[in-house]
């Protein structure tokens, strides 16, 4: 059958099943490339973790199982079983809160327990140990020591159906995939809790910000007018900018463009044009004198760049994210539907925080969630759609019983300014008169005594609409 057809059957038996791919080595112990050496009790169980020759560490994964009743078939043969061991699973949904980021991304919490396991299926040496494995620890004791690197990695959240003779058929399971963030226990009670949450994740602030932070310093005082700079830098990073096409840079607040790059590393010799700025920019930054060991900070261009291109580059350049997570195609109908021509500019000086740049971009109109169902990450406009999306009835769009009504005062607004066409990128960016150009919605009619009689007011300021294009 199928998922969407069982669901549907009176008498139907759910299951849910939990899969953790966690990292493991393709190779075998001591033999070549691997290095290793020992006795044979002591090898390691091809984890990371436990490696004895980590340089030819061979990465693979490995899948590990549990669901919340007894169940078989899930497995390959000469897997470990699936065990049952889910007590409580729970989901929060993506939420979207339009012109506000990311909003409330989705996240999976699964809790089982913990029990004795004999290795089988687990430890690849499982016949040159001298212990009794199950009389050594607990199974999530042995696995959380031996797969200490278990964040970031996949999980999926299987929930269906069997077959009416008990028997396990994957068309009859809906999937949704997540990240592993935590796992905590097992506690004296032999509790285990794991969290998931969606791929955004990776696009926290505190994890990547774009430009990447520089080390890069002056070698030598320099004055206004100085044209060829020395430069200590020991990633080469400058450099390697230069050549991917990135050719501007940030001393203190100025902005200044190479133009020439010689040497190598850690010493390089820039020759740079000063007093200038992208074309874009009202403002040119000023050359000024700057001290030795000044801090060098490339910066990242992006000019007229259309937003799917920036998002991409974002996510998957920068934050690392798959690109299997991507449908291109479906990002590209989203731009074509009236789009085309809404593309942005801006120079990045400073390192910004990943998660802060896609809010700012979901300010224009976009909106970007993870749907962990389709395993993608979507983008859509705010653009109105009838075609697409049709008439909402109570009769053919929402669940009985599973939608209510509620006032959100807080997150009214009578007054919209927006400002944009930002003079130059060194400027702050919640300052008026730094920017040249202001539009503004504002509703009297709700602001007035017979209505709200209140004002509430929110400002964008927008880094990525010039106004010299």
């Given at each position: 059958m199928s998922y969407e057809t069982l669901k549907i059957e009176v008498g139907k038996e759910s299951v849910t099943i939990l899969e953790l791919d966690l990292d493991a080595c393709s190779l075998v112990y001591g033999n070549a490339p691997c290095t290793a050496s020992g006795a044979a009790a002591l090898k390691c169980f091809n984890t990371f973790g436990t490696c004895q020759d980590t340089v030819n560490f061979a990465k693979t994964t490995k899948t590990f199982r549990f669901s919340d009743r007894i169940i078989d078939g899930v497995q390959a043969t000469g897997d470990a079983p699936t065990f049952p061991t889910i007590t409580s699973i729970s989901h929060s949904p993506?939420?979207?809160?339009?012109?506000?980021?990311?909003?409330?991304?989705?996240?999976?919490?699964?809790?089982?327990?913990?029990?004795?396991?004999?290795?089988?299926?687990?430890?690849?040496?499982?016949?040159?140990?001298?212990?009794?494995?199950?009389?050594?620890?607990?199974?999530?004791?042995?696995?959380?020591?031996?797969?200490?690197?278990?964040?970031?990695?996949?999980?999926?959240?299987?929930?269906?159906?069997?077959?009416?003779?008990?028997?396990?058929?994957a068309a009859n399971f809906s999937t949704r995939q997540y990240?592993?963030?935590?796992?905590?226990?097992?506690?004296?009670?032999?509790?285990?809790?794991?969290?998931?949450?969606?791929?955004?994740?990776?696009?926290?602030?505190?994890r990547v910000q774009v430009p990447a932070p520089t080390d890069a310093e002056l070698t030598s005082d320099i004055n206004n007018s100085t044209t060829s700079i020395g430069v200590t830098d020991a990633g080469g990073l400058i450099s390697a900018a230069y050549s991917a096409g990135q050719p501007w840079i940030r001393v203190d607040d100025e902005i200044m463009l190479i133009t020439g790059v010689s040497g190598s590393a850690p010493s390089f010799t820039l020759t740079v044009t000063r007093g200038t700025a992208p074309?874009?920019?009202?403002?040119?930054?000023?050359?000024?004198?700057?001290?030795?060991?000044?801090?060098?900070?490339?910066?990242?261009?992006?000019?007229?760049?259309?937003?799917?291109?920036?998002?991409?580059?974002?996510?998957v350049n920068d934050t690392g994210i798959s690109s299997g997570f991507i449908d291109t195609a479906a990002w590209q109908a989203k731009m074509d539907d009236g789009y085309q021509a809404y593309t942005f500019s801006t120079l990045l000086t400073e390192p910004t925080g990943v998660q802060q740049l896609l809010t700012e971009l979901t300010e224009h109109t976009f909106l970007l969630w993870?749907?962990?169902?389709t395993q993608k990450i979507e983008l859509d406009t705010l653009l109105p759609r009838a075609a697409d999306y049709g008439l909402f009835t109570d009769e053919t769009t929402f669940i009985s019983g599973s939608?209510?009504?509620?006032?959100?005062?807080?997150g009214r607004l009578s007054r919209i300014y927006f400002y944009y066409g930002h003079r130059n990128p060194t400027l702050e960016m919640d300052k008026a008169q730094y920017f040249e150009r202001i539009e503004a919605d504002i509703n009297l009619t709700v602001e007035g005594e017979n209505a709200y009689d209140d004002t509430r007011i929110r400002s964008i300021w927008s880094r990525w609409l010039p106004t010299a294009k």
């Open positions: 993506t939420q979207l809160n339009p012109s506000k980021g990311l909003g409330i991304r989705a996240t999976v919490n699964i809790q089982l327990t913990d029990h004795p396991w004999s290795d089988v299926g687990i430890d690849p040496y499982l016949s040159d140990r001298t212990y009794d494995p199950e009389a050594r620890s607990t199974f999530w004791g042995k696995l959380l020591a031996r797969q200490q690197y278990y964040e970031g990695r996949v999980m999926r959240v299987k929930q269906g159906y069997l077959e009416a003779d008990g028997t396990y058929d990240i592993i963030s935590s796992i905590t226990g097992p506690t004296p009670s032999g509790k285990i809790t794991i969290e998931g949450k969606d791929p955004l994740k990776f696009a926290d602030n505190s074309s874009f920019y009202a403002t040119p930054s000023t050359a000024d004198a700057h001290d030795e060991e000044a801090t060098v900070q490339i910066c990242r261009l992006y000019e007229d760049a259309p937003v799917d291109d920036i998002i991409y580059d974002l996510l993870w749907n962990e169902r939608t209510s009504v509620a006032k959100n005062s807080s």
